[in-house]
């Protein structure tokens, strides 16, 4: 890979395995040092691990994006261990199906407490960082073909990640006067271990709705992350790039 990246230090959230994970191992391909926090600290220190055995610079950080306050703590860790960081990758999420009318006050307040409400709260302690420090910086927020397009019996995983769309043009708006880009990136359908207790039918019937005909791997998400971080990228914001092999025409 390119050094794109190189001498950039990014914190990518639920980096321990799937999208995130896909991301942390392309930037840090890039040349990036990649902070990597998950709430399971098991799993995003031997994630890391085998980053840093692939000659990467990585380091786990435990992290329940859904409290604020432990937000701003792992943030500060991350400053205290690196002197900087110039990227945050907002991509923890959970996702639950259930129709409307079976919805629960405590899976409402848990999804949206993570994909939404932990999304804002990262990136506010982020852009008050970066326009305190006067260097600007990069925020990209991980988003979803349902940011645009409806899914039955996924309303409060459809309605969290429309909710990312408009916090990212929002956040552009304000963080744009102070050098600070805010993108979101909109993945389709992504091979992520989740599939792998599925029947493999239906990843076949998942693929046959997207006009290339085959869903995308993390290291996809994490090449269009790099881009909107990198140099290229420099004038793009407040954009949200679909990443689903043409799934959001659907």
Same mark, same amino acid.
């Given at each position: #890979? &390119? %050094? =794109?990246?190189?001498? /950039? $230090?990014?914190?990518?959230?639920?980096?321990?395995?799937?999208? @995130?994970?896909?991301?942390?191992?392309?930037?840090?391909?890039?040349?990036?040092?990649?902070? #990597? &926090? %998950? =709430?399971?600290?098991? /799993? $995003?220190?031997?994630?890391?691990?085998?980053?840093?055995?692939? @000659?990467?610079?990585?380091?786990?950080?435990?992290?329940?994006?859904?409290?604020?306050?432990?937000?701003?703590?792992?943030?500060?860790?991350?400053?205290?261990?690196?002197?900087?960081?110039?990227?945050?990758?907002?991509?923890?999420?959970?996702?639950?199906?259930?129709?409307?009318?079976?919805?629960?006050?405590?899976?409402?307040?848990?999804?949206?407490?993570?994909?939404?409400?932990?999304?804002?709260?990262?990136?506010?302690?982020?852009?008050?960082?970066?326009?305190?420090?006067?260097?600007?910086?990069?925020?990209?927020?991980?988003?979803?073909?349902?940011?645009?397009?409806?899914?039955?019996?996924?309303?409060?995983?459809?309605?969290?990640?429309?909710?990312?769309?408009?916090?990212?043009?929002?956040?552009?708006?304000?963080?744009?006067?102070?050098?600070?880009?805010?993108?979101?990136?909109?993945?389709?359908?992504?091979?992520?271990?989740?599939?792998?207790?599925?029947?493999?039918?239906?990843?076949?019937?998942?693929?046959?709705?997207?006009?290339?005909?085959?869903?995308?791997?993390?290291?996809?998400?994490?090449?269009?992350?790099?881009?909107?971080?990198?140099?290229?990228?420099?004038?793009?914001?407040?954009?949200?790039?679909?990443?689903?092999?043409?799934?959001?025409?659907?």
């Amino acid at each position: #890979m &390119t %050094d =794109i990246l190189d001498g /950039r $230090v990014v914190v990518v959230t639920g980096a321990g395995q799937g999208v @995130g994970l896909g991301i942390a191992q392309v930037l840090a391909g890039h040349g990036a040092t990649v902070a #990597m &926090t %998950d =709430i399971d600290l098991k /799993r $995003v220190e031997e994630s890391a691990a085998k980053l840093r055995a692939e @000659g990467a610079q990585a380091q786990a950080f435990a992290h329940d994006v859904s409290d604020p306050g432990n937000t701003r703590a792992v943030l500060t860790s991350i400053l205290e261990s690196f002197g900087r960081y110039d990227a945050l990758v907002n991509n923890a999420g959970v996702a639950t199906q259930c129709g409307f009318e079976n919805v629960s006050e405590e899976d409402w307040d848990r999804i949206t407490g993570i994909n939404l409400r932990g999304a804002f709260f990262a990136a506010q302690a982020a852009g008050v960082y970066f326009k305190q420090r006067g260097e600007g910086g990069r925020i990209v927020n991980i988003g979803s073909f349902v940011s645009r397009k409806a899914v039955e019996e996924y309303i409060i995983y459809n309605v969290s990640k429309a909710g990312i769309v408009m916090m990212t043009e929002t956040l552009a708006l304000e963080l744009g006067p102070h050098n600070v880009n805010v993108n979101s990136v909109c993945p389709g359908i992504v091979r992520t271990p989740i599939w792998d207790t599925l029947d493999p039918e239906q990843w076949t019937r998942q693929e046959q709705q997207v006009p290339l005909r085959r869903g995308q791997r993390p290291e996809d998400i994490g090449e269009a992350v790099a881009f909107l971080l990198s140099a290229a990228g420099s004038n793009i914001t407040g954009a949200s790039l679909p990443v689903t092999g043409g799934l959001a025409m659907w």
